[in-house]
């Protein structure tokens, strides 16, 4: 107990007043627990940030889970190490004990958004097992649907200096001077992953992977498909409307 006074002395009272409203606030939102399913470059991290500060939610990203875990040294997180210096994949079953573990951390109190996981049916009906054993449910399953013509527009016309992190795009934000930095004038380059070869690559696995995890949700009905060619805003203004 003396070591948590002690942290929370430390803390900034303002820090303290912030973290103390945004707990009432968050207080009066309804529970939710949501899945995030989208090609890469579909929006997900972009609205994801938005859903959970809006709702109050954890978000449960597996690959940071996993790593925390692993690093944390929990039981899960040691048999987690033993099957990747094996060169071995994390079952589901230890996978599905991360998420359950994490989801008892305060800031889960309200749900979560799950990104990253279910990549298959086999892990969509364990972790509605454990989910079941509990009490709850997934209560909404959000798919960024976009054409992938749409993607490879935006993804393929992505640039970026390296050394400050700035990005550009040949269409939407372009820089002034065609492949220069605007600041430093330095050459911008492409990420090997943003080329059209490697991101057909991507969706044809994306797609092959995880549109039996959509029917699989769709058939309990609460799959919800967003326009995620949209704009930002007007897909933010979808989100909420599905969650409303």
């Not at 573990?101 to 097992?129: H, N, W, Y």
Request: aromatic content about 4%.
């Amino acid at each position: 107990m003396a070591t948590n006074s002690m942290n929370l002395e430390d803390v900034p009272s303002e820090s303290l007043m912030s973290e103390l409203l945004r707990r009432m606030k968050c207080a009066y939102k309804p529970d939710k627990r949501l899945i995030l399913i989208g090609p890469p470059g579909s929006g997900k991290g972009t609205q994801s940030p938005i859903i959970k500060d809006e709702y109050c939610l954890c978000h449960l990203a597996t690959g940071d889970m996993l790593r925390a875990a692993v690093a944390a040294k929990t039981p899960l997180g040691i048999k987690a190490k033993e099957a990747m210096d094996k060169g071995e994949l994390v079952s589901d079953d230890l996978v599905v004990g991360i998420i359950d573990e994490a989801m008892k951390k305060p800031s889960c109190k309200k749900g979560f958004i799950l990104d990253g996981f279910p990549r298959t049916v086999g892990q969509a009906q364990k972790l509605d097992d454990m989910l079941e054993k509990q009490g709850v449910k997934i209560d909404k399953v959000l798919d960024f649907a976009i054409d992938d013509a749409v993607l490879e527009e935006r993804i393929t016309g992505r640039w970026i200096h390296p050394a400050s992190g700035r990005t550009y795009h040949t269409k939407f934000a372009p820089p002034k001077v065609p492949g220069l930095d605007d600041v430093t004038g330095e050459p911008l380059v492409q990420r090997k992953d943003d080329t059209a070869a490697v991101l057909k690559s991507r969706l044809d696995a994306f797609h092959k992977q995880t549109q039996p995890v959509i029917d699989y949700y769709s058939e309990k009905g609460i799959v919800a498909k967003l326009h995620a060619e949209k704009p930002q805003k007007e897909v933010t203004d979808e989100v909420k409307k599905v969650l409303s």
